[in-house]
């Protein structure tokens, strides 16, 4: 079982820079993958970025890429998001998740931290 919190959300302008973090409870983080998903009501769930288990590896959606950079502290169950170059349409909920290493499978879901980007 693994308890997922996110923090860090909240307003910025327009080129802004933002970091999310999501601390985890439980058992077993270093051995999980995690991800960033973001879903706005009404849209669909989008994926954001991921990371392997270990940290090496790590993955980007395509509408994010060269602005965003996900890692992680596994010597704090932290996973982060630092967030750069921001958009008024990166304006969304966002969702830290975790998953069985190298499966995608995402079981396990936060609470979601909403991120406003103004003009």
């Known amino acids: 079982q693994v308890q997922l919190v996110e923090s860090g959300g909240g307003l910025v302008q327009a080129g802004g820079s933002i970091r999310l973090s999501c601390v985890a409870s439980g058992d077993s983080f270093s051995s999980r993958d995690m991800g960033w998903f973001r879903q706005a009501p009404g849209k669909e769930r989008e994926f954001v970025a991921g990371i392997s288990s270990s940290g090496w590896n790590t993955y980007y959606g395509d509408s994010i890429k060269g602005r965003f950079t996900i890692s992680r502290d596994n010597t704090k169950n932290t996973v982060y998001l630092q967030m750069n170059s921001l958009k008024p349409e990166d304006t969304d909920v966002y969702y830290c998740?975790?998953?069985?290493?190298?499966?995608?499978?995402?079981?396990?879901w936060g609470q979601g931290t909403q991120v406003t980007v103004s003009l």
């Open positions: 998740a975790a998953a069985p290493r190298g499966t995608a499978r995402y079981g396990y």
